[in-house]
């Protein structure tokens, strides 16, 4: 959530704090020759709070390095992107605490993957206290995009969210509470690159006190257990309470909804799952190609190279207000796969159809998901949007043509 709005799950880990109870013992396992690692990452959330997540934090490190696992710590105020991204190199699980603004949120009708469905770290202006204003710098968000081109977990992978808001669906405390669909849809969008892009076997989301603790205690004491079972052995799990869905980004994956009373009473999102339920830790790289991989591959599949193509992309093109440098022109900002990047010097120019045709010169990257389930190919100033289409831009997404090679400007094109 942006720094300043309220922290939903504040009030549930300050109350179980103050009915905390000594940890019941348990056996050690046999501790493998070479330890999974384990990276616990914990944003800054504020002064007062940060402190209570790294202590959730510390709780899920201790029940992985009981069980032998190896355990990299990025905690504010020294989780930058630089430490986090070694923390997460080669992990086999990554834990993450700290600020969350998924999509759909009430901040914005267009999603941005540059800074949504990612981690909030210690921004380029950070001071070194746990200051989490994103308006001035100490706090900045890394969004999927940025995750997706930057970190290198271990494959087949699990992801876990433990009190970032959206992650498991639910409204922050000041909004309208999510239904079925708006919990789902959040789900779906912050675990699409883990899974589609990372090649992760697994995302969970709790809003439980030390849910993480328990998640990675569980996947380490019992690594051939089922994910699906993983998420039904959570003390506070309720079958009653659990939706099962197809995943909205993912072909052949799940979203599981967990939606039970928990902080006073309160019926909420407050915890759940995404991939496919019947994987495990074990599988490693395999659980990947159990459950997602053949769906991402066929996705991946569906977009023939460019040289196949004879330089055409087919897909959806979003929009943003413009680049600087370029302000009030039309302009298009293309994923790196198609060429994209800020020019050194004269930009490359692309022609570009929609229910019109004109050439645009390239002026930056963007995050745009070539070779997944929304195939996004482009991202468009307004102007440009305008230019090509008579669609308004609270569509939010239209149909175009890329032609990447040189081609001949249509006749009835603006440019021609």
Not at 213 to 235: C, I, K, M, N, R
Not at 311 to 336: F, V
Not at 379 to 407: C, T
Request: with cysteine.
């Amino acid at each position: 959530m942006p720094p300043g709005e309220s922290v939903r799950p504040v009030l549930v880990i300050i109350t179980a704090l103050a009915t905390l109870v000594a940890s019941l013992g348990f056996a050690l396992p046999a501790r493998a020759a070479t330890p999974i690692k384990v990276a616990v990452i914990v944003g800054p959330v504020g002064e007062e709070l940060t402190p209570v997540y790294i202590g959730l934090a510390e709780a899920a490190a201790t029940e992985a390095e009981v069980r032998g696992a190896s355990v990299a710590r990025a905690y504010s105020p020294n989780a930058n992107a630089a430490q986090v991204l070694a923390a997460v190199e080669g992990a086999t699980i990554v834990i993450y605490l700290g600020h969350g603004v998924g999509t759909p949120n009430p901040y914005s009708p267009n999603p941005n993957a540059a800074t949504t469905n990612g981690w909030g770290l210690n921004g380029p202006n950070a001071v070194g206290t746990h200051a989490d204003a994103w308006s001035d710098g100490t706090l900045a968000y890394y969004g999927e995009a940025w995750i997706a081109a930057n970190a290198r977990p271990a494959p087949g992978w699990v992801m876990i969210y433990s009190n970032a808001c959206y992650a498991p669906g639910a409204s922050e405390g000041f909004d309208t509470p999510a239904d079925e669909k708006k919990a789902a849809d959040r789900v779906s969008a912050y675990s699409r690159a883990p899974l589609a892009e990372l090649g992760a076997s697994a995302y969970f989301a709790t809003d439980f006190y030390e849910g993480a603790a328990h998640l990675v205690g569980t996947l380490l004491d019992q690594p051939s257990l089922p994910y699906g079972e993983v998420f039904s052995s959570e003390p506070r799990f309720s079958a009653a309470g659990l939706a099962r869905l197809p995943h909205g980004l993912v072909s052949g994956a799940e979203t599981w909804l967990h939606r039970s009373a928990y902080f006073e009473g309160k019926l909420d999102y407050w915890y759940a799952f995404a991939g496919n339920p019947a994987a495990s830790l074990a599988d490693g790289a395999a659980g990947r190609a159990a459950g997602n991989e053949a769906s991402a591959a066929a996705a991946i599949g569906a977009v023939p190279p460019l040289t196949a193509i004879d330089g055409l992309a087919i897909g959806m093109a979003s929009s943003y207000a413009e680049s600087i440098g370029w302000e009030g022109q039309p302009t298009i900002a293309l994923p790196l796969e198609l060429g994209g990047g800020m020019p050194d010097g004269d930009p490359t120019w692309v022609l570009v159809c929609a229910d019109r045709c004109a050439s645009l010169p390239i002026v930056d990257s963007c995050p745009c998901f070539v070779g997944t389930t929304d195939q996004r190919v482009a991202n468009l100033s307004h102007d440009a949007w305008r230019l090509l289409s008579d669609a308004p831009l609270e569509e939010g997404l239209i149909r175009v043509e890329l032609y990447l090679a040189p081609a001949v400007i249509p006749a009835d094109s603006p440019d021609a």
